[in-house]
């Protein structure tokens, strides 16, 4: 069992930045990837990064590219991520989960949420136009 818990979210300017943790505890955080999605108001979750064990290779969606990076501390059990230029279209619940198949991790099923093993609750990010 892992426990996930977001912080960081809140409102913000277009143009300004955020970053989001997702500090874990529980099982050894190294054991897993890490993802964040994102869920916005009438619309169906979708990936936004995700991070391997060893934090060597990351996946970005396309609309997030250059703009947001996603890191590890394995040492703090704690995955980031540094959201810049935001956008009101980024608007939505965060949520970091993580990945414990290391044999089923793919470009695909990084990005596929029923891959993962846990969730945490989200975190609230609203960006104003």
């Known amino acids: 069992q892992v426990q996930l818990v977001e912080s960081g979210g809140g409102l913000v300017q277009a143009g300004g930045s955020l970053r989001l943790s997702c500090a874990a505890s529980?099982?050894?955080?190294?054991?897993?990837?890490m993802g964040w999605f994102r869920q916005a108001p009438g619309k169906e979750r979708e990936f936004v990064a995700a991070i391997n064990w060893g934090g060597t290779s990351t996946y970005y969606r396309d609309s997030v590219k250059g703009r947001f990076t996603i890191s590890r501390d394995n040492a703090k059990n704690t995955v980031y991520l540094q959201m810049n230029s935001l956008k009101p279209e980024d608007t939505a619940v965060y949520s970091c989960a993580c990945f414990s198949n290391k044999r089923a991790w793919t470009v695909v099923t990084a990005r596929t949420p029923p891959m993962y093993d846990y969730w945490g609750q989200g975190t609230q990010v609203t960006v104003s136009s």
């Open positions: 529980g099982r050894t955080f190294s054991s897993y990837a």
